[in-house]
């Protein structure tokens, strides 16, 4: 009855729209935990376009990148918590706009 | 059928990630963002990627998110304080974000001969996975280990407290 | 062909690896008030067998290795030198300007070891795949090391700055990374040069690089993607900062070379234009900052944001003689920045107590030697005759010309003349006579390893500027190992530069 | 081939004795400078005397060039393309005469500075500088050329702007030796504008090469320096240019010889020692103008517009001068302006092409006028240094040789017969008179000009000599001999020197100044007009005699009675205060407030600082640009990303492609 | 050609380097510095004098030629000679030398290691920029030559030494950024740096014309901010006021000027022509405005560098006049104007350093005190007022009397008001400095000219004497040091002469017509036709007769 295939763009579009608020969660959270979940958001947005050409393609390349950016991530994540941690020792605040001791 | 769970799950993911961004408390986005990721892994297996599906689910929903939820709670971050702000991000970096957006729409949609998904998706097999993984990209693979040593390291460099922490006082001053 | 052992083309990645795991265990394996200060030594011998070993790769014969992941070439071999030459250089920086008291030592040494690991292998990765593995190393190892003065307010609000934006911008290159395997169904190099022109939908391919050309430019802070810059250098460690002004930079600069040559040649005709924005506003940009600054970190900042302008002028010209240029460039660059990252250093201390011009007034008096090197090095910045800095500024000018770029030389030159203001600013004040009742700062002290760095910088920048001559051919031999894009997108005045052997005026 | 007249050696010798006296000067016992700076003058004169009687007796028919040269081929000075001058000196008659005047008169005077300048803590010093005037002043008379000549004339300008300055702690001295030179310099100035001329239309600098230009060319030979004439005129120039070129020469000519307008530094410079002021200041120097003009007399005869304004000039200056002669108090200003009065007469001559009897007058003044002021300079020793008239009186007893010596040079200038003035002066106002009407209008002016150096000659006569003493504290005494026997030499000279008569004088000079046009006048002309001329210079004695000697409180009712003349005179016309006005204060006006304030300061370096300021200012806008905030620098990035994008999907090749394709498809 | 000669430039061009090392390897305390760097510099100076004495004048090429190449590529070679243009520059920069040594002797106290060393590191440079014939090297040297300066002038000028070093720098090296382009361009477009083979390609080549003009005009406006021409002179004050007088001495005129006529006139020819009234009336303007700002400043330093402004202009418009005869004046005077300025410096100096200010009002009746120091001053004061039979005379006569017979009258007058101008504020200075009563300063006590600073000054006046009385022992050389770049505008003017058209309204526009029945300009006419038809060809062969 309903068509049952979706169309790929679809998929890719949805992934630009989650990048695209990737970037404005950069923008807008004042919280240096979100701010780093939302480029999580987007290295996820990318994950799902990586899929999807690799599902165009059929190739596996595709979903062993999607693979790696996850072991990345990881790193990126421990990494990237850890000096959070470190900032807030130094500064006991995560509010990103207070984070500019450095300027002109 | 296919239709209908991908708009399902992809209004999940847009709705999580919305929420992520209007939530002004740290655990909340982080569990709209754990939304995100198992929609988006109901996805990669619509896509006929199981293995990623999995790895979805365990990495970052199983390992990542949690991390950050920990973190959330050991640094107990309460809410955002709205006090201060950035012109700069309001006034130069929506404008910026819509083209962007714009553009990716745009360029999407003109890109040719792309296909459709079938219900009923020829799985990669995941032993063909496996041997690219460890063949073709061996070297990556092996290279990603020193990406977690380092990873490590710094992670314990960087949260281990150390001595005494001079204050800023006198360096601001200068 | 002989066959050849895939694990030779990594040779130095491996031989660093080694030496950063060694290091490691050996910190493990001490006791813990000891010294870690020899664990710098072992990582400095490691760097020496890791350059040894590069330039033992040119023995071997050009190819690619692991499936077309990695190759050894020319290019690749200059690369490895250079980024291990800087590595060494900042190791012995650090050897005596690390405060003893310095937590995580030993960390420091393997992180920046593992970070070379990252930064060579970005130079001879051919696929994306490790390219952005690759980057990401040496990403997260000079975040850390950004941090790594946790005791300061700046240490870590560099490092999370520098961290946060450095994952911004490799999301954006990612994307880019997906799109042109969209587009083109490959992440590798070669076959994407080959089939990218063949792409369905080229915007795709345009779109890709676009994105891809964000994270780069990021990496080596070029305007309007600088803006990180600044900070980061002012939080972090002055012998940090020596190495992440040039390491990563020129090992990104690297990737920017093959992407731009050798990935999308065809494209020449979209990237070109856009790389002369990008430069102009580099070199206008930094230099105008940088006028006005009072502390001497933020100011080198902003010269090395105008620096990657001048780099980038190179690639406004034909194939050959922009790459050759362009890696001279980054070669003098290295060599003149990490001398003056040293000098500063010794001046303004670990952690950066006198960092403002004012604490360099009368530093000829206090320290002659270390004033007389400032003042060499700045020369060298601004770019006179006989230094290293003035013949990159001349091969990165002359291939713009030649490639018909003559306002983009004109406008780099006139910057030079503007940075020459603040460059001599604080030549002048290192000259002055100090102030009778103004209490100097203290006279720094030379060690050995500082000395020893010195030297080599000193040594390098003079020798670039006075016998350019085997670098330069280094560099041209690393040019024809890039694929050239067909002739003709240059100018046709491409004919005294590139083909001369260095005998052939003998 | 004639025997060598050693030409060179004129100017070399005092050279030499500038040289001994300035280097050594000031270690040499007083004795040997004053022999050597003595013995300098001395030889030259010996030299030209010798080449005067080698020329009487016909050995070496004049003119004689002789070249500094080494081996046998002339030294080039300069030589450069189409500019070659040599060193090459010319005697003949011209020269010869204003050689013997300069070189025997200027010994008289290092005889008589010698007793005069004796307790000077400067003594060497002033011997270098006077010998050195000599060697260049006679580089002037012998000068083959006019660049040479010029080399003379800037020299002799630079030996008197060191003699004035020679008190150089006195601001007044030091002030008066700057002005000459300056003054000096604008002539100098229409001097060099004139070398160029000829230069330009001749091709060459040399008199000789000159004068044949309008010769006629049978005779045409080409002396060393004029093979190669630059310019394509080969013929003589237009009268045009002839007149712009000596136009050009003659401002030169005002400004050394102090004529109109140029004069006014004449007066000042009498603030060097006295002896200087009669070498330099009247005998010599200030008559190289005359001297230049007969000189180049061949481009004057060619341009009548030229001589006309020589004329006039003269003239002029000799009236003007005259008429401020006559209300100076100071002994030796008076003086002064009366040189510049006479000088006046020479122009005149000269003016009216009577260029020997300019000669001779020039001759004669170096006579009479170098005793007044030698004279002068006796009474002002006597004095104690007082030079105002007004303190003296009562001399003639005191000063018996000085007031003989000086009655003698007062009837010469006055003109009085058989004085020497007479014979000069008359044949000045007779040539004159010849000239048509103009002519009598010069001859006129002349006339009353004789009047008046009457009555302001002898006024200083009666002044200083007669009437009681006006101040007693000084006590009066002859100067020693050294300071007599010139006084009595030039004495003489001045009674007998005119005796010759302008026949002799024009007929020997004919060669050198061109025939003089003959006198088509009846005999009885000239008689008459000397009587005239005596007449009135005795009317001026009478008058003097009546003003000054009889009723000594009348010129004090008389000034009283028309003040306004009286100050105007008194105060030289205020022409000093004028040119003030005129030239220096508007141009250090306009240096410093216009050029240096406006200009320098303002517009260029406003420029310079305001690209610099630009630049900084621009610097602080971008360094705003880094707020330090986090999500502010995410969004210039996003920006950059975004600017990345939209290029890379607007261009061309990009998307219409992409387009390109879509319709193919469909 | 014997092996010395090979090698005679390469010693004058490294010899004070060695020196400078030596220097510098020494330590810094006594006089040990000084004397390595006298003894250098007289060194190097008798090297130099090997140039004269073995030239062979009339040959019109360049001699004591090495060419060997340095970098492959580009290729950069190192190419050195000398002609008559070139080698007496170098000649003088070997005396001023010794001079500067001898100058700054006494006055540098502290810190003479570096001073010393930098010293002669620059007179390297200055070297190195009159005898590069490849158009790099000359480069590297002209841009060297800053260097040292300006950290000279920052560590040893005056109260305000910093400010004016920067001045300095920025002033001369921003427009040495469109040299180096316009350097570039023709080295992309001719694929060589080479001086000689550039003068042949650029002249009779087909690049095109409007980049050409262009590269010209790089090449002038770096020139002639470092001569300084009128309108770019703002910097000449304050590093006169500034700079130590050892530096003073070298730091403006010569190398701009000898850069013009090398290398603008010398490889644009055209150009140079189509420019040359523009810079002819720049030069007068800068005469006249130049000597006018000196007869107003109270700092005899900065008197001094108007001065120079007022001088250089004049060699500015001997340049642009584009005749044989006004270059060889032109060169000459350069020479003449380093000495006497060099003399002046270090006079001038003396007095600085015994009474510790330059301002003029505070001097006054020195004569008396400092009689030596009076004799020199007013020598070289009338050499610089070109009094006859002084050097001074030579170089002005040739440049007016040239100007006026073959370029333009009326420049030339104008410039000729500059006579009376020098006089003035030259002898007013004299005045003002050593005559009239003693001033305030006169009473503190100060030694007269010492041993060293004789020992300099005495042979500078000998020169000045000479040079006015034997010009031709220069002025044969130099006139066949001038050949080449005659060539070659003659051989353009024959393609069209473009200037001497200009040259003509120019004057029209500036020779003030006489209301009577024979207007100046119409007496005139005839030469100015004469005149045109010299400018046009001055070709060797005419000026060697």
């Known amino acids: 009855m309903l068509a049952q295939d979706v169309p790929l763009a679809w998929y890719l579009l949805l992934s630009a729209a989650l990048f695209s608020l990737g970037i404005v969660g950069f923008l807008i959270k004042r919280n240096l935990i979100t701010v780093f979940m939302s480029i999580e958001l987007m290295l996820n947005a990318v994950n799902l376009s990586f899929v999807t050409f690799a599902h165009q393609w059929h190739m596996v390349k595709g979903q062993i990148f999607v693979f790696f950016v996850m072991m990345v991530a990881a790193a990126e994540a421990a990494v990237g918590l850890a000096i959070i941690i470190a900032v807030f020792r130094a500064r006991s605040t995560l509010a990103v706009d207070r984070i500019d001791l450095m300027k002109l | 059928m296919h239709l209908i769970l991908f708009l399902i799950f992809a209004g999940l993911c847009l709705a999580g990630a919305i929420n992520l961004l209007v939530q002004t408390h740290p655990i909340n986005s982080a569990l709209s963002l754990i939304v995100v990721m198992i929609s988006l892994a109901v996805l990669y297996l619509m896509l006929g990627a199981e293995f990623l599906a999995a790895a979805q689910i365990i990495v970052y929903s199983g390992a990542v998110m949690v991390l950050f939820v920990f973190v959330v709670m050991l640094l107990n971050a309460g809410r955002e304080e709205r006090t201060l702000g950035s012109k700069a991000a309001r006034r130069v970096g929506f404008p910026a974000v819509v083209a962007v957006m714009a553009v990716l729409a745009t360029l999407i949609l003109h890109i040719q001969g792309l296909g459709m998904t079938t219900l009923d998706p020829e799985l990669i097999p995941t032993a063909e996975l496996s041997r690219v993984l460890f063949h073709e990209l061996l070297l990556p693979f092996e290279v990603t280990s020193v990406l977690l040593l380092i990873a490590i390291l710094g992670a314990v460099a960087l949260a281990r407290v150390e001595g005494s922490t001079v204050d800023d006082a006198e360096r601001t001053a200068k | 062909m002989s066959f050849i052992p895939d694990i030779f083309r990594i040779l130095p990645e491996v031989i660093l690896s080694v030496t950063g795991v060694v290091i490691m265990l050996i910190d493990a394996s001490l006791p813990v008030r000891t010294t870690r200060r020899y664990l710098g030594f072992v990582a400095a011998i490691g760097t020496l067998f890791a350059i040894y070993a590069s330039v033992w790769q040119l023995s071997l014969p050009e190819g690619t290795g692991f499936f077309g992941n990695v190759e050894t070439t020319a290019f690749t071999v200059f690369f490895h030198v250079l980024i291990c030459g800087i590595v060494l250089v900042a190791l012995l920086l650090t050897l005596d300007t690390l405060p003893a008291r310095t937590h995580h030592q030993g960390e420091f040494y393997a992180l920046v070891v593992f970070g070379a690991v990252g930064m060579c292998l970005l130079t001879s990765a051919v696929e994306l795949l490790v390219v952005f593995i690759a980057l990401e190393i040496s990403s997260i190892s000079t975040y850390i090391l950004a941090g790594y003065r946790k005791n300061t307010g700046r240490g870590p609000e560099a490092a999370i700055k520098y961290f946060l934006l450095g994952s911004f911008a490799t999301a954006f290159l990612l994307y880019g990374i997906a799109l042109i395997f969209g587009a083109t169904g490959t992440t590798q190099i070669y076959e994407i040069a080959h089939l990218a022109p063949l792409a369905q939908s080229p915007v795709l391919v345009y779109a890709a690089l676009a994105m891809m050309l964000v994270g780069i430019l990021f990496k080596v802070s070029a305007a309007p993607f600088h803006i990180w810059t600044p900070d980061v250098y002012e939080g972090s460690s002055s012998p940090v900062v020596a190495l992440l002004s040039t390491g990563p930079k020129v090992a990104a600069f690297a990737v920017l070379l093959r992407l731009v040559y050798e990935a999308f040649p065809g494209l020449h005709a979209f990237w070109s234009p856009l790389l002369w924005v990008v430069a102009v506003l580099s070199m206008t940009v930094g230099n105008l900052a940088a006028l006005r600054q009072q502390n001497v970190k933020r100011m080198l900042a902003y010269s090395s944001i105008a620096h990657a302008g001048y780099l980038l002028a190179a690639l406004a010209g034909p194939a050959n003689v922009g790459i050759a240029a362009a890696s001279f460039y980054a070669a003098a660059y290295a060599a003149m920045n990490i001398g003056i990252f040293a000098v500063i250093t010794l001046v303004s201390g670990y952690d950066d107590r006198y960092a403002l011009i004012d604490d360099f007034r009368g530093l000829i008096y206090r320290a002659p030697l270390l004033g007389s090197l400032l003042i060499f090095f700045l020369i060298s910045l601004i770019g006179i005759p006989f230094t290293g800095g003035f013949f990159g500024k001349f091969y990165s000018f002359t291939s713009a010309v030649s490639g018909g770029a003559i306002a983009l030389a004109i406008i780099g030159l006139l910057n030079s003349g503007v940075a020459a203001a603040y460059y001599l600013h604080l030549a002048v004040v290192a000259a002055q006579r100090p102030a009778a009742g103004e209490s100097a700062a203290p006279r720094p002290q030379i060690g050995i390893a500082v000395g020893a760095a010195l030297g080599l910088c000193f040594a390098a920048t003079l020798v670039l500027g006075i016998v350019p001559n085997t670098t330069l051919h280094a560099a041209q031999s690393g040019a024809h190992t890039l694929q050239a894009p067909p002739v003709g997108n240059g100018s046709p005045a491409i004919v005294p530069t590139v083909e001369v052997e260095p005998q052939s005026n003998q | 081939m004639n025997d060598v007249l050693l030409l060179p050696l004129i100017p070399l010798l005092p050279f030499i004795g500038f040289l001994l006296n300035g280097l050594l000067g000031r270690r040499l016992p007083k004795l040997l400078v004053s022999l050597i700076a003595l013995a300098a003058p001395l030889a030259s004169f010996v030299l030209v005397a010798r080449a005067a009687l080698l020329a009487w007796n016909g050995s070496t028919p004049l003119p004689v060039t002789e070249s500094v040269a080494y081996g046998h081929h002339a030294l080039d000075w300069i030589s450069v393309g189409t500019l070659h001058v040599d060193f090459s000196l010319v005697l003949d008659q011209l020269s010869l005469v204003m050689l013997l005047v300069v070189t025997g008169v200027g010994f008289l005077i290092h005889l008589y500075s010698v007793g005069y300048m004796h307790d000077d803590p400067g003594y060497a010093r002033y011997f270098s500088y006077l010998n050195l005037f000599l060697f260049f002043m006679t580089t002037l008379v012998l000068a083959g050329n006019v660049l040479l000549m010029f080399v003379g004339w800037e020299g002799v300008g630079l030996a008197s702007y060191l003699l004035i300055g020679f008190w150089y702690q006195k601001t007044s001295a030091a002030d008066a030796g700057k002005k000459a030179f300056i003054v000096n310099r604008v002539g100098d100035f229409g001097f060099l504008i004139g070398i160029f001329l000829l230069l330009g239309n001749f091709g060459t600098l040399n008199f000789r090469d000159i004068a044949q230009r309008f010769s006629p060319p049978t005779i045409h030979l080409f002396s060393p320096g004029a093979v190669i004439t630059l310019s394509p005129v080969n013929s003589v120039p237009s009268a045009g240019i002839l007149t712009v070129i000596c136009l050009c020469l003659l401002v030169g000519a005002t400004g050394k010889s102090a004529q109109l307008p140029l004069y006014v530094w004449l007066p000042d410079a009498m603030e060097g020692p006295t002896p200087v002021s009669a070498l330099i200041h009247a005998a010599t120097m200030v008559t190289a103008g005359v001297y230049m003009i007969a000189r180049t007399h061949v481009l004057f005869d060619h341009a009548p517009i030229a001589l006309t304004v020589v004329a006039i000039v003269g003239a002029a200056t000799a009236f003007f001068a005259a008429t401020m002669g006559l209300a100076q108090n100071d002994i030796k200003r008076v003086l002064a302006y009366s040189t510049i009065s006479q000088l006046g007469y020479m122009f005149l001559a000269c003016g009216v092409a009577a260029y020997s009897a300019a000669i001779f007058h020039l001759m004669t003044h170096a006579f009479f006028k170098a005793l007044l002021f030698l004279a002068a300079g006796s009474v002002i020793h006597a004095m104690g240094g007082e030079q105002d008239m007004r303190k003296m009186g009562g001399l003639r007893t005191k000063l018996p040789v000085t007031f003989w010596t000086m009655t003698a040079a007062v009837f010469a200038i006055s003109g009085f017969f058989p004085f020497a003035g007479f014979f000069s002066k008359d044949a000045i106002l007779y040539a004159a008179f010849l000239q048509g009407t103009n002519g009598k209008i010069l001859w006129f002016v002349g006339l009353v000009t004789a009047l008046l150096t009457a009555i302001y000659m002898f006024r200083l006569w009666y002044m200083t000599f007669f009437g009681e003493t006006r101040s007693h504290d000084v006590h009066p005494h002859e100067p020693p001999a050294t300071m007599l026997v010139p006084l009595v030499i030039l004495g003489i000279l001045s009674v007998c020197g005119g005796w010759i008569g302008i026949e002799r004088i024009s007929d020997y000079l004919a060669p050198a100044t061109g025939a003089r046009a003959a006198a088509v006048a009846p005999a009885h002309l000239e008689l008459l007009l000397s009587i005239v001329a005596v007449a009135v210079a005795l009317l001026g004695w009478f008058i003097a005699h009546t003003f000054y000697h009889r009723k000594p409180e009348r010129p004090a009712r008389l000034a009283a009675a028309i003040p306004r003349v009286y100050s105007l005179v008194a105060n030289k016309y205020y022409i000093d205060e004028i040119y003030n006005a005129i030239f220096v204060k508007p141009l250090l006006a306009l240096s410093k407030y216009v050029l240096g304030w406006i200009v320098d300061v303002g517009i260029l370096g406003g420029a310079a600082w305001l690209l610099g300021g630009t630049a900084v200012f621009s610097g602080a806008v971008l360094q705003r640009w880094q707020s330090g905030n986090l999500r502010s620098y995410a969004a210039w990035l996003a920006l950059g990303a975004a600017a990345l994008l939209i290029f890379a999907l607007l261009h061309p090749l990009s998307f219409d492609f992409a387009v390109a394709i879509h319709r193919a498809r469909h | ?545």
Not at chain 5, 95 to 116: C, D, E
Not at chain 5, 199 to 227: R, S, Y
Not at chain 5, 318 to 340: E, K, R
């Open chain 5, 1 to 545: 050609m014997n092996q010395f000669d090979s090698i005679i430039l390469t010693l004058i061009l490294l010899v004070p380097l060695a020196g400078a090392v030596l220097v510098a390897i020494f330590p810094d305390r006594g006089k040990p510095p000084n004397w390595i760097a006298l003894i250098t510099s007289l060194v190097t100076f008798a090297f130099t004098l090997h140039l004269p004495t073995h030239f062979i004048s009339g040959q019109p090429a360049f001699q004591f030629e090495v060419n060997r190449a340095w970098i492959a590529n580009p290729a950069i070679f190192y190419h050195v000679g000398v002609d008559g243009l070139s080698m007496w520059l170098v000649v003088l920069t070997g005396l001023l030398a010794p001079v500067g040594v001898l100058a700054s002797w006494n006055v540098i106290q502290t810190r003479r290691k570096l001073f010393y060393s930098l010293f002669l590191v620059q007179q390297t440079a200055i070297v190195g920029v009159f005898i590069s014939l490849d158009l790099m090297l000359y480069y590297g040297f002209w841009e060297l030559s800053l260097v040292p300066m300006a950290i000279l002038i920052a560590m040893y000028g005056r109260k305000d030494g910093p400010k004016a070093a920067l001045k300095f720098f920025l002033f001369t090296f921003i427009p040495s950024a469109p040299l180096l382009v316009a350097i570039l361009w023709i080295y992309s477009r001719t694929g060589t740096f080479d001086f000689t083979t550039l003068e042949v390609l650029l002249t009779h080549g087909t690049l095109p014309a409007g980049t050409m003009f262009w590269c010209a005009l790089a090449f002038l406006f770096a020139f002639a901010v470092k001569v300084p021409v009128f309108p770019l002179h703002g910097w000449l004050s304050d590093t006169y006021a500034e700079a130590p007088v050892a530096m003073s001495m070298v730091v403006a005129g010569k190398m701009g000027l000898y850069s013009m006529l090398r290398f603008h006139v010398g490889l644009f020819p055209a150009q140079s022509r189509d420019i040359a009234p523009l810079m002819i009336a720049l030069a007068v303007i800068g005469v006249l405005y130049g000597a006018c700002l000196a007869l107003v400043q109270r700092n005899f330093f900065r008197l001094l560098a108007f001065g120079a402004v007022s001088h250089f202009s004049l060699i500015t418009l001997a340049i642009y006049g584009l005749t044989l005869m006004g270059w060889t004046g032109a060169v000459y005077q350069i020479l003449l104007l380093g000495i006497v300025e060099g003399a002046m410096f270090v006079l001038l100096g003396a007095l600085d350093s015994r009474y510790g200010t330059a301002e003029i009002t505070a001097y006054g009746g020195m004569a008396a005190r400092l009689p030596r120091t009076a004799t020199y001053f007013v020598i070289a004061a009338l050499t610089m007022i070109g009094l006859p039979l002084l050097g001074g005379f030579i170089g002005e006569f040739i440049i007016l009397s040239t100007t006026f017979t073959q370029v333009s009258r009326g420049w030339a007058i104008a410039a000729a008001v500059s006579v009376i101008l020098s006089a003035s504020y030259v002898l007013w200075l004299v005045q003002r400095l050593f005559y009239g009563p003693e001033g305030a300063l006169a009473a503190k006590p100060a030694p007269d000219l010492r041993f060293g600073e004789l020992v300099a000054l005495t042979p500078l006046v000998l020169l000045m004497f000479v040079m006015g009385v034997a010009p031709m022992l220069w002025l044969n050389s130099i006139q066949s040091g001038v050949h080449p770049p005659a060539e070659q505008t003659a051989a353009v003017t024959l393609n069209g002469s473009r200037g001497t058209s200009r040259w003509a309204e120019l004057e029209e526009s500036f020779l003030f017509p006489i209301n009577s029945k024979c207007s100046l300009t119409q007496i005139l006419r005839p030469l100015s036709n004469a005149k045109a038809s010299n400018t046009t060809q001055p070709t060797p062969r005419e000026a060697q007769r």
